[in-house]
Antibody, heavy 123, light 112 residues
Framework: QITLKESGPTLVKPTQTLTLTCTFS??????????VGWIRQPPGKALEWLAL???????RYSPSLRNRLTITKDTSKNQVLLTMTDMDPVDTATYYC???????????????WGQGTLVTVSS | QSVLTQPPSVSGAPGQRVTISCAGS?????????VQWYQQLPGKAPKLLIY???NRPSGVPDRFSASKSGTSASLAITGLQAEDEADYYC????????????FGGGTKLTVL
């Protein structure tokens, strides 16, 4: 059974750096073609994909946020970290950790989602 | 501004059939990349509803179906039930420099 759980601060100040941790179980991020990603959703708004890291450490980022994001993995701990620099109130959102199953290149979807963690950016 | 375009809202009475459209472009849906659909119940995390254009994960009722044609896709829900009231999102892969994983803006389904 695959589970993912997000953890991190619930409140950050503008200009600070946010670091979120996704702790997962039920799969290994060393399995070929598996990935873990992050998606966020501002209150009352749509889903926005942020980043994705693959089993082979290939990393993909949202073009609009590329300069602010870093995704890393610790396979031994079953964790994926996301850092986002220079936080702004518009970054207030629920941040979801997601599992990408073993798919061929050229397609991606997310079959398991964490419960999400609400991060508020405010001074 | 989402890369994929969905109507903000649709509605239908119990038992009816509704469809939700998802319009893309030649760099995503039109480039033969698969379309997925997610259902987000109020206050919950999204759930994968359809993958690979028309495939249902185990446990998803066959009242939900989807198709793709050209640069657009659609989700159909038949025999509408009260518990179907939710937000629905389409998602695809984009090969342009401006995007990678792309979502639609979401559609709120109201069961009258």
């Amino acid at each position: 059974q695959i589970t993912l759980k997000e953890s991190g601060p619930t409140l950050v100040k503008p200009t600070q750096t946010l670091t979120l941790t996704c702790t997962f179980s039920g799969f290994s991020l060393s399995t070929t073609r598996v990935g873990v990603g992050w998606i966020r959703q501002p209150p009352g708004k749509a889903l926005e994909w942020l980043a994705l890291i693959y089993w082979d450490d290939d990393r993909r980022y949202s073009p609009s946020l590329r300069n602010r994001l870093t995704i890393t993995k610790d396979t031994s701990k079953n964790q994926v970290l996301l850092t986002m620099t220079d936080m702004d109130p518009v970054d207030t959102a629920t941040y979801y950790c997601v599992h990408r199953p073993r798919l061929m290149t050229g397609t991606t979807y997310f079959d398991y989602w964490g419960q999400g963690t609400l991060v508020t950016v405010s001074s | 501004q989402s890369v994929l375009t969905q109507p903000p809202s649709v509605s239908g009475a119990p038992g009816q059939r509704v469809t939700i459209s998802c319009a893309g472009s030649s760099s995503n849906i039109g480039a033969h990349f698969d379309v997925q659909w997610y259902q987000q119940l109020p206050g919950k995390a999204p759930k994968l509803l359809i993958y690979g254009n028309s495939n249902r994960p185990s446990g998803v009722p066959d009242r939900f179906s989807a198709s793709k044609s050209g640069t657009s896709a659609s989700l159909a829900i038949t025999g509408l039930q009260a518990e179907d009231e939710a937000d629905y999102y389409c998602q695809s892969y984009d090969s342009s420099l401006s995007a990678y994983v792309v979502f639609g803006g979401g559609t709120k389904l109201t069961v009258l």
